[in-house]
């Protein structure tokens, strides 16, 4: 379609007949697959016609084709000195360069004809995380779910989050928030005695700051240390009673303890707080069973399985669930919630969750 | 008539007498855990008794051979019926890296016996292991675990030696010595046994052989896992296998029914298994803890078959329906409702499994309720036991600890190799850690349990990987006890399989348990404040006796009647 259109446009101009063969002949070649055929072409066409764009322009593209992008480049610059406004190039040599690792390059190329993939790419490659961000976003909202570009907007998006702490590091190096950025490192890395240092060390200078004990929580439920969990995480409750997350962790701190009133007194609050989160059921389910407040756990089970309908969270709810009813002497129901739970255990198994 | 876990009608046990007990003793207690609460001491003196010389050789080697991270068992047994409990280890052997086939481990060097410890008089021990005609522990075989039962009734506990390769049944010939009856008995077996023990399955007064088998594995075909962390694998990466039941046939010969009982008809990766009539039919049933995947609860349908329903009685899964590493198990009654439970040890994020049973053959997991979330979501746990330590009457929980991986530091900096083993005092069914007396944490494996220098305080002897085994004395205290041996006559001489309720508490009469370990099979209860005791016998052959006004702080033989 590419090269017919070049064609109408090259009927306009005044071309030599020896370059429009080798344009027709290039053409015909690239659309047999003989990809060293249109190569030869298009650069006799070059010489034929050395002001000619579209001949140096498809000489580039077929190069870029054939994974040559180094020898892609000189002929699409040359394309774009005899018409700056050829997208077409522009695109290509955007794409070459960024190929060849000359990000920086290229972004101006990409930018122009708004190839917001690889302007993506080359940004970050480039340190222009938060624009890679942006680029990366839109590019997402024409192709949601796209896999290589939600890869590449959660790499932008870690690396802006590492170069504003290394900022932050520079800047005030002792300070709370160097402490808490260094704690959820070390959470990330599973290293919970450094983690609980920094975080400690975070509280101890700002305890102000929202978030520290939940974060100080989740280390300490890491470790299974369930008791300074409960501590943390009712600390952070009590400091922000409208946190959902607050009470659903501590309402699950507490169901771990064996608490079972307190737990589900906590969770139901979270569940008032964020309604409809199916983690959150699912514990209130838990904490219900425990508190022998079976139609409680029961509506928390079915929201779960309304909700989730076939993940390995939908298949536990279908589990307590049929634990609950077989407690209750109600068998057909036991058998049916049992049935579903292991239909979904053998589907959900050989998926990661 | 209601229906059980299995589906099936079965007549209601009397469990409304024994919730009576319970709460008629409740005020009581509720007094004992206060002054439970207010000992800081330590329970156990922790000790390496004189003449005690063992290290388990488990061989560790670079090819990562899960066989070395598993051993060794121990049994408490009292062999020359001195009045003593005597200590039988077992070995691994010596593992090279790698292993040439075929495989040889060592066995005829003396470094790599299982050996029996005498018990003197004055609490040392005395190697004894060359004078029983012990020393042969079999060349291609590395050791694992042991039961314990006088499987042909003639008044001496003999032993049954498990390897990865054959098994061994050493019979007690009364003189101090043993004979190697393997053959002739035909419990060879083969592959990789782990836990195994005696029970009477059909009520025949003959003792039968359960044995678990972990998996498909051989050393050619071991690999290692982890990528770079090169270490062990998980258990998914090999093969399923069958456990196996031999019948008694009662002559000194054993009938492999693991078919026709309906035992093989699931293929698991058993590590523990442990025996109780939990559904009060009069038969006892098998709790298997597996490896990775459910754990199986056999039925004991009354007609020499069981019915696997694990899952449909709610004890196969972790409460959000999730497979646990079940290790070690004890199948006991935790709360004092006359209907035993079931404990299972796992690994870390898992928490250890315990399964009340609500009666009807219906089981519920009560792991958080009993507060072992908190106290177990961070171990590892192998040898177990429910004993009652501090003789409040309340059964106490005693576990053997380490991670499976040797290198487990490395790749979860949260979790760790060597741990302490976990002992948690029960205060009216629920959990809390106490003192073990053990500082040091250590790679815990078997765990035994028995009365070592007849106080009344139940003692306990856990097994290290590549060390000397503890010995955990109990340090004692004010409390009364009662210590009961079973006489049976017309049941098993053991008397295994026997409901034993003393004071509102019930045990189920039983060497197994644990992992790879076998137990005094004398019943300890605390009495608490009690000096006196009434009890209660209802045995394999349907006899039930009665005893009233039992005196405490004894050790009490209880007879079975020769008729009903």
Avoid at chain 1, 244 to 266: F, P
Avoid at chain 1, 319 to 327: C, D, I, N, Q, S
Avoid at chain 2, 81 to 88: E, V, W
Avoid at chain 2, 515 to 530: C, E, K, Q, T, V
Wanted: glycine share 10%.
């Amino acid at each position: 379609m590419k090269f017919a259109i070049l064609f109408f446009s090259l009927a306009l101009q005044s071309v030599s007949p020896e370059a429009a063969q080798h344009m027709q002949t290039g053409v015909e070649a690239h659309k047999q697959g003989r990809l060293d055929l249109a190569i030869a072409e298009f650069r006799k066409a070059t010489e034929a016609a050395p002001n000619l764009p579209e001949a140096f322009l498809d000489l580039g593209e077929v190069y870029a084709e054939t994974g040559n992008y180094a020898a892609a480049i000189a002929p699409l610059k040359r394309a774009l000195e005899l018409n700056p406004e050829l997208d077409g190039a522009h695109l290509q040599l955007g794409y070459a360069l960024l190929a060849q690792g000359y990000a920086g390059e290229a972004i101006p190329h990409l930018e122009r004809v708004r190839a917001l993939e690889a302007l993506g790419v080359a940004q970050i490659e480039t340190g222009l995380y938060q624009e890679a961000i942006a680029s990366l976003s839109a590019a997402l909202v024409k192709r949601p779910n796209n896999p290589d570009l939600l890869y590449y907007l959660g790499r932008a998006s870690g690396l802006l989050s590492k170069k504003t702490i290394e900022t932050l590091i520079r800047a005030h190096p002792d300070s709370a928030r160097v402490h808490e950025a260094m704690g959820e490192n070390y959470f990330a890395l599973r290293q919970m005695p450094q983690a609980e240092q920094e975080y400690r060390e975070a509280w101890l200078q700002r305890p102000d700051i929202p978030g520290l004990q939940l974060e100080l929580g989740l280390v300490y439920a890491g470790t299974e240390q369930w008791d300074k969990a409960e501590e943390a995480f009712r600390a952070e409750a009590n400091r922000q009673p409208g946190n959902a997350e607050a009470a659903y962790r501590l309402g699950t701190a507490l169901l771990q303890r064996g608490k079972a009133q307190e737990a589900r007194a906590e969770l139901q609050r979270a569940d008032k707080l964020q309604p409809d989160m199916p983690e959150t059921l699912y514990s209130l389910g838990k904490a219900a069973l425990l508190a022998g407040e079976f139609a409680l756990a029961e509506k928390s089970w079915t929201r779960v399985v309304a909700l989730e309908k076939e993940t390995s969270l939908a298949a536990q709810a279908h589990f307590g669930l049929a634990g609950l009813y077989r407690k209750q002497g109600k068998t057909a129901q036991a058998q049916h919630e049992m049935q579903e739970f292991q239909r979904l255990q053998s589907s959900t198994s050989s998926r990661p969750n | 008539m209601h229906l059980d876990g299995c589906g099936l009608e079965r007549d209601l046990p009397a469990s409304g007498w024994l919730r009576v007990d319970a709460h008629r003793l409740l005020s009581r207690r509720r007094f004992l855990r206060l002054a439970a609460l207010s000992a800081a001491t330590p329970v156990f003196d922790v000790r390496l008794p004189r003449g005690l010389d063992f290290t388990l050789q488990n061989s560790s080697t670079a090819q990562k051979y899960l066989i070395e991270t598993m051993p060794g068992g121990v049994a408490l047994f009292d062999y020359n019926n001195d009045g003593l409990l005597d200590i039988f280890l077992v070995n691994g052997g010596r593992l090279t890296s790698p292993m040439q086939v075929p495989e040889r481990f060592d066995r005829t060097n003396p470094r790599y016996w299982n050996r029996l410890y005498r018990q003197n008089k004055d609490g040392s021990f005395t190697d004894v292991t060359e004078a029983a005609r012990l020393a042969n522990p079999g060349i291609g075989n590395y050791g694992m675990g042991v039961a314990v039962a006088d499987y042909d009734n003639d008044g001496f506990a003999d032993l049954f030696v498990t390897n990865y390769g054959k098994n061994i049944l050493y019979h007690n010939n009364g003189d101090g010595t043993f004979t190697d009856v393997t053959a002739k008995a035909g419990v060879a077996g083969g592959g990789w046994s782990v836990s195994a023990g005696f029970f009477d399955y059909n009520n025949d007064g003959h003792l039968d052989l359960f044995v678990t088998r972990y998996m498909e594995w051989d050393t050619k075909h071991s690999k290692t896992c982890g990528g770079a962390w090169r270490t062990y694998c998980p258990p998914a990466e090999f093969p399923a296998t069958t456990n196996l039941l031999y019948r008694n046939r009662g002559d000194g010969t054993f009938q492999d029914v693991s078919q026709k009982s309906g035992i093989a008809n699931k293929k698991g990766r058993a590590l523990g298994v442990a025996f109780a009539d939990y559904n009060a039919d009069g038969f006892t049933d098998v709790f298997v803890a597996n490896d990775g995947m459910q754990q199986y609860l056999y039925r004991n349908n009354g007609d020499e078959t069981f019915t696997e329903c694990a899952l449909e009685s709610g004890a196969a899964l972790s409460a959000d329906g999730k497979p646990l590493s079940g290790m070690g198990t004890v199948f006991q009654d935790y709360d004092n409702d006359g209907q035993p439970d079931i404990f299972v040890t796992v690994l870390p994020r898992e928490i250890y499994g315990a399964y009340h049973n609500d009666g009807e053959g219906l089981f519920t997991s009560r792991n958080l309720e009993t507060g072992l979330g908190a106290l177990t979501a961070g171990s590892s746990g192998w040898g177990v036991g429910l004993e009652d330590f501090d003789n409040d009457g309340w059964k106490d929980l005693l576990v053997a600890q380490s991670h499976v991986l040797d290198n487990v530091e490395d790749i979860d900096h949260s979790l760790h190799y060597l741990e302490p083993p976990l002992l948690a005092l029960n205060h009216e069914g629920r959990f809390e850690r106490a003192d073990s007396g053990i500082t040091i944490p250590v790679a815990g494996r078997g765990l035994a349990f028995g009365d070592l220098n007849n106080d009344g305080w139940m003692d306990a002897v856990l097994t290290v990987l590549g060390g000397h085994p503890i010995v955990l004395m109990n340090r004692g205290g004010k409390r009364h006890w009662l210590t009961i041996t079973l006489r049976g006559t017309r049941s098993s001489r053991d008397g295994l399989g026997a409901r034993v309720r003393v004071n509102g508490q019930t045990r189920f009469a039983t060497t197994a348990g644990s992992y790879l370990s076998a137990n005094d099979r004398r019943l300890h209860f605390g009495l608490g404040d009690s000096n006196s005791a009434v009890i209660d016998v209802w045995w394999p052959s349907g006899a039930h006796q009665e005893i009233k006004d039992a005196r405490a702080d004894q050790f009490l033989e209880v007879r079975e009647p020769e008729r009903l």
